[in-house]
Every structure is written in structure tokens, then in C-alpha cells.
């Protein structure tokens, strides 16, 4: 199978009726939110994608996709680099009202004024949100020379118990 340039807007019910899947990749080049949270991204983000009708007569985009990015570690600041993979289950919805209707294992998505889906920014937003909150490399592997420690923990004085003068009263 050859790997396939994606489109980056599709008609999702035209492509559900047919049962359409595909394999391929957007050039990370377009996706400016992506590049901008990371140090760089590959070339090229690798996607698979299932379009269908559910039991329940819904449309529904299913897929799965990686790519490689190069992350500032937090802890010494030094790149490394990261594979972060995602997959998502999505239903088109016309409104709010509708999306609320949705069952909970599918999130809502928005159609553009045609009536198609921008795969090129949903991919993007999934991959913004699989980035680790606090990027960074493996204690060992990490050039910082402690994990967050600064300074030494004092020793447990012998404090009296505040709730002491309580046992007097009973």
C-alpha cells in the first residue's frame, strides 16, 4: 500500500456511505499550532482513517495517527525526542443541541460552511493534545542533576500535639 497524501477537508457522509478508509499523511508543514508548541515535528504525520454509519444510524470518523516531535525537557531544557500517537472517534453534529445527543463514546465535530470536515486541523488538535503537559526526558537520561530538590528537609522536631489541651477538658 502506498502511502497517500490525505486531503485536508473531506465530506463526511459521502465518505461514510461508501465505507471509506484511508492511510496516509499531512505534511506537518501546515500545521502551525503543532510547530509552534514543539521545538520540530517530522516531516510528515502519519494518519489512518475509517469513515461508517453505527448501529444507531450515526456517521462516525474513527482513526489513529503519529508523528515524531523534538520537545524542550523542563527539567534541564535540553531537546529530546518524543512519539506521540493518538486515536479518536468522532461524530458530525449540525448544533450544540445535537452534539449533546451524542453518545459519550464520540466527540462532536464541526462542519465547515460546505459541510465538510478539516481533517488537517482535527489531526493537529489531537496531536496538541497528546504533548505531555510537563515535557521531559527520563530521570536518567536527563542532564539536570536532581529531580526538583532544592536544599535539605528538616528533621521532624518534637512538636507538641495542639489537640493535647483538648484531652485535659474530657
Known amino acids: 500500500?502506498?502511502?497517500?497524501k490525505?486531503?485536508?477537508t473531506i465530506d463526511p457522509?459521502?465518505?461514510?456511505?461508501?465505507?471509506?478508509?484511508?492511510?496516509?499523511?499531512f505534511e506537518s508543514s501546515?500545521?502551525?499550532?503543532?510547530l509552534a508548541a514543539c521545538e520540530s515535528v517530522s516531516e510528515q504525520v502519519k494518519v489512518s482513517l475509517a469513515f461508517g454509519v453505527d448501529e444507531q444510524g450515526?456517521?462516525?470518523?474513527?482513526?489513529?495517527?503519529?508523528?515524531?516531535?523534538?520537545?524542550?525537557?523542563?527539567?534541564?531544557?535540553?531537546?529530546?525526542?518524543?512519539?506521540?500517537?493518538?486515536?479518536f472517534s468522532f461524530s458530525p453534529a449540525k448544533n450544540e443541541e445535537k452534539a449533546a445527543e451524542l453518545p459519550s463514546y464520540y466527540?462532536?465535530?464541526?462542519?465547515?460552511?460546505?459541510?465538510?470536515?478539516?481533517?488537517?486541523d482535527l489531526v493537529e488538535e489531537e496531536l496538541i493534545l497528546v504533548i505531555p503537559l510537563i515535557p521531559r526526558h527520563e530521570l536518567e537520561d536527563?542532564?539536570?542533576k536532581a529531580d526538583s530538590v532544592w536544599?535539605?528537609?528538616p528533621e521532624e522536631l518534637d512538636k507538641p500535639n495542639p489537640f493535647d489541651v483538648l484531652k485535659q477538658l474530657k
Not at 1 to 4: A, H, K, Q, S
Not at 107 to 117: F, H, M, Q, Y
Open 151 to 153: 536544599g535539605e528537609l
Open 58 to 87: 450515526l456517521i462516525a470518523i474513527s482513526g489513529t495517527g503519529s508523528a515524531s516531535v523534538m520537545l524542550a525537557c523542563q527539567r534541564c531544557n535540553d531537546p529530546f525526542e518524543q512519539d506521540l500517537e493518538f486515536s
Open 107 to 120: 466527540d462532536a465535530i464541526e462542519l465547515d460552511e460546505n459541510g465538510e470536515v478539516n481533517l488537517r
Open 1 to 4: 500500500m502506498r502511502n497517500l
Open 6 to 8: 490525505l486531503p485536508i
Open 142 to 144: 536527563c542532564n539536570a
Open 30 to 34: 501546515g500545521m502551525n499550532r503543532l
Open 13 to 25: 457522509y459521502k465518505s461514510a456511505q461508501r465505507r471509506l478508509t484511508c492511510d496516509g499523511y
